[in-house]
């Protein structure tokens, strides 16, 4: 999957689970600050991630990501490094 396609999935499940406007969902907001997401829907959307990409999202690497280009940036590595 390329990038857009990656952020078109995280787009959709952010309307889907974080209840969130489709638009909202660009790389530059914060989960926070911009989307008003609090703690345990963040936990709820990364594990649905996980499981989208079939990767793993480990908690110490999810500490300083606050928006969606880093979480975006963090799920394209996991999915290059499991590319090979």
């Known amino acids: ?3 857009d396609e990656v952020l078109e999935v995280m787009r959709h499940k952010a309307v889907e689970m974080l ?6 969902v660009q790389p530059d907001k ?3 600050a911009d ?4 703690s345990l829907s963040l936990v709820e959307y990364t594990m649905d991630l996980e499981d989208e990409f079939d990767i793993a ?3 110490e ?4 990501i606050t928006t969606i280009g880093a979480f975006l940036d963090l799920i394209m590595g996991k ?3 499991k590319a090979g």
């Open 19 to 24: 209840e969130v406007d489709a638009a909202a």
């Open 1 to 3: 999957m390329n990038r």
């Open 61 to 64: 690497e999810l500490t300083d």
């Open 30 to 32: 914060s989960f926070v």
């Open 35 to 38: 989307l008003e997401v609090d």
């Open 79 to 81: 999915l290059e490094a």
């Open 57 to 59: 999202l480990p908690e």
